[in-house]
């Protein structure tokens, strides 16, 4: 039996994320990256996405009857978003290690906020359906009340991948200014950000326009969801968390020759005591 277009989408992604877990699985038994390491992140948010894709195939080949193999897939993309964001905001957070006061922590308040709001909202529609348009009908308080917490907390995200941008650019300039030169990794952090925003954007769009919505009876025909909802899905969204990713995990390259965090701790104690003298 031939897979429905979501149950292919869902798939192709499967492998492309568990070829990207098995390059960081491959680092860590090589002894090139460290537990103790930012690109653990990584994994984690590829770990997400693989529950993620693998929910999402389950409810392609099973279809609206496994209402909550949607819900997972759905909360599990969401979170897989969220750890995202928090991947870039971490990244660059090592870059302004040597600043003593930067807006990582509030931002990652924020994202804490915003990522409760989204699963709050997405389980508010917990329960079994025979069909979209039975789940419309039964439950239009419920999808219009959890639509208005996704679209916040969405919100919220594409306000903070707007502070990362302000974060990078700011410090690019300071990078300039301090060493003559941009330091690789911003520019691979410059290149992942409108990939966040595009992302971000198609969230808000998906909790308050019925056409990018799960639950629409109008994105679903007899075979299931409707290829252009899933094109457009799996572009805006599932594309653009694996190249992100993906970018995310190039910056090992471009900053394996950077002091660590430790060094730069150390550093900075050595070049308080001069400065107290001078």
Not at 251 to 267: P, V
Request: proline content about 2%.
């Amino acid at each position: 039996m031939a897979l429905s277009a979501d149950a292919s989408a869902a798939l192709v992604f499967l492998v492309l994320y568990a070829i990207l877990f098995f390059i960081l699985v491959f680092g860590y038994l090589t002894k090139r990256l460290k537990l103790r390491s930012r690109y653990t992140v990584i994994l984690f948010h590829i770990s997400i996405r693989l529950a993620s894709q693998g929910t999402g195939l389950g409810f392609g080949i099973k279809g609206f009857e496994a209402t909550n193999l949607l819900i997972a897939y759905l909360i599990l993309g969401a979170e897989g978003y969220f750890t995202l964001v928090l991947c870039t905001a971490r990244f660059l957070a090592f870059s302004l290690a040597h600043i003593r006061r930067h807006p990582m922590t509030i931002i990652h308040w924020l994202l804490i906020g915003a990522n409760t709001i989204i699963i709050t909202g997405g389980s508010m529609l917990a329960g079994g359906s025979n069909s979209a348009a039975d789940a419309w009908e039964r439950n239009n308080d419920k999808i219009t009340t959890a639509k208005a917490m996704r679209a916040t907390g969405q919100a919220i995200f594409l306000a903070i991948d707007c502070l990362l941008l302000f974060c990078i650019l700011v410090t690019v300039r300071q990078n300039k200014r301090e060493k003559g030169q941009i330091h690789p990794t911003l520019i691979v952090l410059l290149f992942t950000w409108p990939l966040l925003t595009v992302r971000g954007i198609y969230g808000v769009l998906q909790a308050v326009l019925e056409k990018y919505n799960y639950y629409y009876p109008g994105n679903y025909d007899s075979h299931g969801l409707v290829t252009s909802f899933v094109v457009i899905e799996y572009v805006l969204a599932t594309t653009m968390e694996w190249t992100s990713c993906l970018f995310l995990m190039v910056t090992w390259i471009t900053s394996r020759h950077d002091l660590s965090k430790a060094q730069i701790e150390h550093a900075r104690k050595i070049e308080n005591p001069l400065r107290l003298r001078q």
